[in-house]
Protein backbone atom coordinates (compact mmCIF):
# COMPACT_ATOMS: atom_id res chain seq x y z
CA UNK A 1 0.00 0.00 0.00
CA UNK A 2 1.10 3.81 -0.79
CA UNK A 3 -0.31 6.27 1.34
CA UNK A 4 0.54 9.84 0.43
CA UNK A 5 -0.57 13.40 1.59
CA UNK A 6 -2.53 15.81 -1.27
CA UNK A 7 -1.53 19.25 -0.84
CA UNK A 8 2.38 20.07 -0.57
CA UNK A 9 3.26 16.06 -1.49
CA UNK A 10 1.34 15.21 -4.34
CA UNK A 11 -0.37 18.38 -5.70
CA UNK A 12 1.94 21.12 -7.02
CA UNK A 13 1.92 24.73 -5.99
CA UNK A 14 -0.36 25.43 -8.93
CA UNK A 15 -2.55 22.90 -7.69
CA UNK A 16 -1.71 20.32 -10.76
CA UNK A 17 -0.53 16.98 -10.37
CA UNK A 18 2.80 15.99 -13.12
CA UNK A 19 2.52 13.17 -15.41
CA UNK A 20 4.77 11.56 -13.94
CA UNK A 21 3.47 10.99 -10.21
CA UNK A 22 0.47 10.20 -12.40
CA UNK A 23 2.20 7.43 -14.17
CA UNK A 24 3.61 6.13 -11.19
CA UNK A 25 0.22 5.99 -9.60
CA UNK A 26 -0.86 3.85 -12.72
CA UNK A 27 2.21 1.63 -12.67
CA UNK A 28 1.95 0.64 -8.89
CA UNK A 29 -1.97 -0.31 -9.98
CA UNK A 30 -0.92 -2.66 -12.40
CA UNK A 31 1.60 -3.97 -9.52
CA UNK A 32 -1.26 -4.74 -7.61
CA UNK A 33 -0.44 -1.75 -4.99
CA UNK A 34 -3.58 -0.01 -2.84
CA UNK A 35 -2.84 3.26 -3.04
CA UNK A 36 -4.57 5.96 -0.35
CA UNK A 37 -4.46 9.12 -0.52
CA UNK A 38 -4.74 10.78 3.10
CA UNK A 39 -5.61 14.18 3.43
CA UNK A 40 -6.53 17.05 5.57
CA UNK A 41 -9.52 18.11 3.59
CA UNK A 42 -13.30 18.04 3.74
CA UNK A 43 -14.68 15.72 0.73
CA UNK A 44 -16.39 19.22 -0.29
CA UNK A 45 -13.16 20.87 -0.49
CA UNK A 46 -11.45 18.20 -1.82
CA UNK A 47 -13.78 17.73 -4.78
CA UNK A 48 -14.27 21.58 -5.99
CA UNK A 49 -10.30 21.38 -6.06
CA UNK A 50 -9.12 18.09 -7.34
CA UNK A 51 -12.04 17.87 -10.22
CA UNK A 52 -9.90 15.38 -11.99
CA UNK A 53 -10.10 11.79 -11.34
CA UNK A 54 -7.17 10.89 -9.70
CA UNK A 55 -5.67 6.92 -9.52
CA UNK A 56 -6.28 6.48 -6.14
CA UNK A 57 -7.80 3.44 -4.19
CA UNK A 58 -9.40 4.58 -1.29
CA UNK A 59 -9.20 8.52 0.25
CA UNK A 60 -8.54 9.53 4.52
CA UNK A 61 -10.67 12.51 4.75
CA UNK A 62 -9.86 15.40 7.23
CA UNK A 63 -6.77 14.04 8.53
CA UNK A 64 -8.22 10.45 8.92
CA UNK A 65 -11.90 11.58 10.31
CA UNK A 66 -13.57 9.63 7.37
CA UNK A 67 -12.82 6.94 5.68
CA UNK A 68 -13.76 6.58 1.56
CA UNK A 69 -13.96 4.16 -1.22
CA UNK A 70 -12.71 6.66 -4.09
CA UNK A 71 -12.93 4.08 -6.44
CA UNK A 72 -16.53 3.25 -5.68
CA UNK A 73 -17.60 6.65 -5.87
CA UNK A 74 -16.54 8.02 -2.72
CA UNK A 75 -18.86 5.92 -0.71
CA UNK A 76 -17.77 6.37 3.17
CA UNK A 77 -16.56 3.11 4.65
CA UNK A 78 -15.73 4.90 8.19
CA UNK A 79 -16.87 8.27 9.80
CA UNK A 80 -15.37 9.48 13.17
CA UNK A 81 -17.37 12.18 14.71
CA UNK A 82 -17.09 13.81 18.20
CA UNK A 83 -20.51 12.87 20.50
CA UNK A 84 -22.34 16.18 22.08
CA UNK A 85 -20.46 15.33 25.77
CA UNK A 86 -17.01 15.23 23.53
CA UNK A 87 -18.13 18.84 21.68
CA UNK A 88 -19.02 20.56 25.00
CA UNK A 89 -15.89 19.56 26.60
CA UNK A 90 -13.84 21.00 23.84
CA UNK A 91 -15.73 23.76 23.14
CA UNK A 92 -15.52 24.47 27.15
CA UNK A 93 -12.04 24.39 27.20
CA UNK A 94 -11.00 26.48 24.02
CA UNK A 95 -14.09 29.30 24.89
CA UNK A 96 -12.32 29.59 28.72
CA UNK A 97 -8.89 29.54 26.74
CA UNK A 98 -9.81 32.67 24.69
CA UNK A 99 -8.67 31.36 21.21
CA UNK A 100 -9.91 31.59 17.33
CA UNK A 101 -11.70 28.27 16.85
CA UNK A 102 -13.97 26.39 14.56
CA UNK A 103 -16.33 23.79 15.36
CA UNK A 104 -17.56 21.62 12.26
CA UNK A 105 -20.47 19.93 11.45
CA UNK A 106 -20.70 15.85 10.54
CA UNK A 107 -20.11 14.42 7.75
CA UNK A 108 -20.80 15.05 5.07
CA UNK A 109 -21.15 18.56 5.32
CA UNK A 110 -18.04 19.48 7.50
CA UNK A 111 -17.12 22.03 5.28
CA UNK A 112 -19.78 24.07 7.31
CA UNK A 113 -18.81 25.70 10.48
CA UNK A 114 -19.59 27.99 13.57
CA UNK A 115 -16.91 30.26 14.88
CA UNK A 116 -15.39 31.85 18.12
CA UNK A 117 -14.09 35.18 17.09
CA UNK A 118 -11.58 36.59 20.26
CA UNK A 119 -11.46 39.84 18.25
CA UNK A 120 -7.95 39.87 18.36
CA UNK A 121 -5.61 39.90 15.57
CA UNK A 122 -5.41 36.99 13.16
CA UNK A 123 -5.23 37.48 9.77
CA UNK A 124 -5.35 33.61 8.53
CA UNK A 125 -8.29 32.82 10.43
CA UNK A 126 -10.29 35.52 8.80
CA UNK A 127 -9.01 34.40 5.97
CA UNK A 128 -10.22 31.07 6.41
CA UNK A 129 -14.00 32.61 7.05
CA UNK A 130 -13.68 34.93 4.37
CA UNK A 131 -12.94 31.55 1.88
CA UNK A 132 -15.72 29.60 3.42
CA UNK A 133 -18.30 32.72 3.96
CA UNK A 134 -21.41 30.49 2.76
CA UNK A 135 -20.96 27.79 4.70
CA UNK A 136 -19.64 30.23 8.06
CA UNK A 137 -21.86 31.20 10.91
CA UNK A 138 -20.73 33.10 14.37
CA UNK A 139 -20.91 30.68 17.40
CA UNK A 140 -22.25 31.05 20.44
CA UNK A 141 -20.24 28.90 22.89
CA UNK A 142 -23.48 28.99 25.97
CA UNK A 143 -25.94 28.01 23.34
CA UNK A 144 -24.01 25.32 21.60
CA UNK A 145 -23.52 23.87 25.16
CA UNK A 146 -27.22 23.65 25.50
CA UNK A 147 -27.54 21.81 22.04
CA UNK A 148 -27.49 17.95 23.58
CA UNK A 149 -28.09 16.42 20.26
CA UNK A 150 -25.32 17.68 18.55
CA UNK A 151 -22.08 15.78 16.86
CA UNK A 152 -19.44 17.40 15.15
CA UNK A 153 -16.91 16.31 13.10
CA UNK A 154 -14.07 18.73 14.41
CA UNK A 155 -12.73 21.80 15.49
CA UNK A 156 -9.73 23.70 14.48
CA UNK A 157 -7.93 26.64 16.19
CA UNK A 158 -5.95 29.03 14.42
CA UNK A 159 -2.88 30.52 16.01
CA UNK A 160 -0.86 33.73 14.41
CA UNK A 161 2.56 32.52 14.55
CA UNK A 162 3.83 34.78 17.15
CA UNK A 163 1.00 33.12 19.67
CA UNK A 164 1.52 29.60 18.34
CA UNK A 165 4.26 28.32 20.33
CA UNK A 166 2.63 29.53 23.69
CA UNK A 167 -0.31 27.63 23.09
CA UNK A 168 0.46 25.05 21.20
CA UNK A 169 1.91 22.86 24.17
CA UNK A 170 -1.03 24.31 26.76
CA UNK A 171 -3.89 23.13 24.29
CA UNK A 172 -2.30 19.41 23.89
CA UNK A 173 -2.08 19.03 27.32
CA UNK A 174 -5.56 20.47 28.23
CA UNK A 175 -6.92 18.69 25.49
CA UNK A 176 -5.27 14.75 26.38
CA UNK A 177 -8.30 12.64 25.87
CA UNK A 178 -8.96 13.85 22.11
CA UNK A 179 -6.48 13.50 19.00
CA UNK A 180 -5.03 16.99 18.63
CA UNK A 181 -2.91 17.42 15.38
CA UNK A 182 -0.51 19.66 14.29
CA UNK A 183 -0.34 21.29 10.89
CA UNK A 184 0.75 24.54 8.96
CA UNK A 185 -1.63 26.79 7.69
CA UNK A 186 -1.99 25.98 3.86
CA UNK A 187 -3.46 29.68 3.96
CA UNK A 188 -0.39 31.63 4.51
CA UNK A 189 1.88 28.90 5.00
CA UNK A 190 3.18 30.24 8.57
CA UNK A 191 0.34 30.12 11.12
CA UNK A 192 -0.57 26.84 13.13
CA UNK A 193 -3.65 25.08 13.00
CA UNK A 194 -4.55 22.82 15.43
CA UNK A 195 -7.15 20.18 15.25
CA UNK A 196 -9.12 18.34 18.05
CA UNK A 197 -10.75 14.91 16.87
CA UNK A 198 -12.31 12.26 18.47
CA UNK A 199 -9.40 9.82 20.10
CA UNK A 200 -9.74 7.37 17.55
CA UNK A 201 -8.91 9.81 14.14
CA UNK A 202 -5.64 10.19 13.01
CA UNK A 203 -3.70 9.69 9.33
CA UNK A 204 -1.87 6.54 11.01
CA UNK A 205 -5.22 5.42 12.86
CA UNK A 206 -7.03 5.31 9.51
CA UNK A 207 -4.61 3.80 7.66
CA UNK A 208 -3.80 1.01 9.97
CA UNK A 209 -7.70 0.27 9.88
CA UNK A 210 -8.02 0.09 6.63
CA UNK A 211 -4.76 -2.33 6.31
CA UNK A 212 -6.51 -4.41 8.31
CA UNK A 213 -9.79 -4.36 6.54
CA UNK A 214 -7.70 -5.15 3.24
CA UNK A 215 -5.01 -7.55 5.01
CA UNK A 216 -2.10 -5.61 4.20
CA UNK A 217 0.53 -5.90 6.79
CA UNK A 218 2.11 -2.69 7.92
CA UNK A 219 5.42 -4.03 6.41
CA UNK A 220 4.26 -3.19 2.88
CA UNK A 221 3.29 0.63 3.54
CA UNK A 222 4.83 3.12 1.90
CA UNK A 223 4.13 6.64 3.19
CA UNK A 224 4.97 10.35 1.75
CA UNK A 225 4.21 13.65 3.20
CA UNK A 226 5.47 17.22 3.87
CA UNK A 227 3.52 18.63 7.03
CA UNK A 228 3.68 17.90 10.96
CA UNK A 229 -0.16 16.34 10.30
CA UNK A 230 1.85 13.68 8.79
CA UNK A 231 4.02 12.86 11.44
CA UNK A 232 2.42 10.12 13.13
CA UNK A 233 1.15 8.45 9.98
CA UNK A 234 5.40 8.02 8.83
CA UNK A 235 6.30 7.18 12.04
CA UNK A 236 3.57 4.36 11.96
CA UNK A 237 4.66 3.07 8.18
CA UNK A 238 7.34 0.99 7.65
CA UNK A 239 8.57 2.94 4.80
CA UNK A 240 8.46 7.29 5.20
CA UNK A 241 9.63 9.73 3.15
CA UNK A 242 9.30 13.10 3.26
CA UNK A 243 9.52 15.72 -0.07
CA UNK A 244 12.26 18.50 -0.37
CA UNK A 245 9.75 21.29 0.89
CA UNK A 246 8.72 19.41 4.37
CA UNK A 247 9.74 21.41 7.52
CA UNK A 248 13.68 20.95 8.10
CA UNK A 249 12.60 18.70 11.50
CA UNK A 250 10.72 16.34 9.23
CA UNK A 251 13.16 16.52 6.83
CA UNK A 252 16.53 15.16 9.54
CA UNK A 253 13.92 12.19 11.12
CA UNK A 254 13.11 10.98 7.58
CA UNK A 255 14.31 10.03 4.53
CA UNK A 256 13.53 12.93 1.46
CA UNK A 257 12.68 13.35 -1.96
CA UNK A 258 12.52 16.06 -4.46
CA UNK A 259 10.25 18.35 -3.81
CA UNK A 260 6.38 18.49 -4.54
CA UNK A 261 6.94 20.90 -7.89
CA UNK A 262 9.23 17.82 -8.86
CA UNK A 263 7.72 14.63 -9.03
CA UNK A 264 9.07 13.62 -5.00
CA UNK A 265 6.25 10.85 -5.36
CA UNK A 266 7.52 9.33 -8.24
CA UNK A 267 10.75 9.50 -6.91
CA UNK A 268 9.81 8.29 -3.51
CA UNK A 269 8.05 5.16 -4.94
CA UNK A 270 10.63 3.94 -7.28
CA UNK A 271 13.13 4.26 -4.71
CA UNK A 272 10.39 2.11 -2.56
CA UNK A 273 9.75 -0.50 -5.16
CA UNK A 274 14.03 -0.87 -5.56
CA UNK A 275 13.68 -1.98 -2.07
CA UNK A 276 10.83 -4.26 -2.34
Known amino acids: MLITDLDGTLLRSDGSVSDADISSLVNLR ?112 IQFNLDVSKEVSQFLVVLPPQAAEPFRERLAADLSGFSVIRSTSPLDHQSTWIEVFHPDVSKSRSADWLCRRLGIPRDDVLAVGNDYNDLDLLEWAATAMVVENAPEPLRKRFPSVSSNNASGLSEAIEKWLQLR
Open 30 to 141: DLGVIRVLATGRSPYSFYRSVPERLPFDYVLFSTGAAIAAYADGGRFLKVSHLSSQQAVEVNEILSAMDVDYMVHDPFPDNHRFRYRDSGRQNPDFQRRIDRYLAFASKLDP
